[in-house]
């Protein structure tokens, strides 16, 4: 039987975080959250995540320099920005940069349908 696909997410409200997980929980993803980008790269190389899911902004160190971290540790990491912006000079250009970005609130179904087409 295959494991669930495990995701990483990283977001300063835990209550946006706890949100997250819950309901990709009940869509059957494995979920660790984080609060801090340093706790999240302390974890993510050993952990084997399928997917990443970043708040854009996060005191200390931002959303837009983990996920470039993590696209260095983990090529091919599916990553997702999150942010409640729709207009800032910090979003990474999807087709740039090759990682999707999500509108908070986040529409749960989006989210998921992102998760089913790039986490094999």
Do not use: C, N, W
């Amino acid at each position: 039987m295959k494991r669930p696909a495990r995701i990483l997410i990283v977001d300063d409200d835990p209550i946006i975080g706890q949100m997250l997980s819950r309901s990709l929980s009940r869509h059957g993803y494995e979920v660790e959250t984080f609060e801090s980008a340093e706790d999240a790269l302390a974890k993510a190389e050993d952990a084997g995540f399928d997917a990443a899911l970043i708040d854009l902004v996060m005191p200390g160190r931002g959303g837009a320099d983990l996920a470039e971290t993590l696209r260095r540790l983990l090529p091919g990491l599916p990553i997702a920005i999150l942010t409640g912006y729709t207009h800032s000079p910090l979003i990474p250009k999807p087709e740039k940069s090759g990682m999707a970005v999500f509108t908070k609130p986040v529409i749960m179904q989006e989210l998921v349908e992102f998760l089913h087409a790039e986490v094999k």
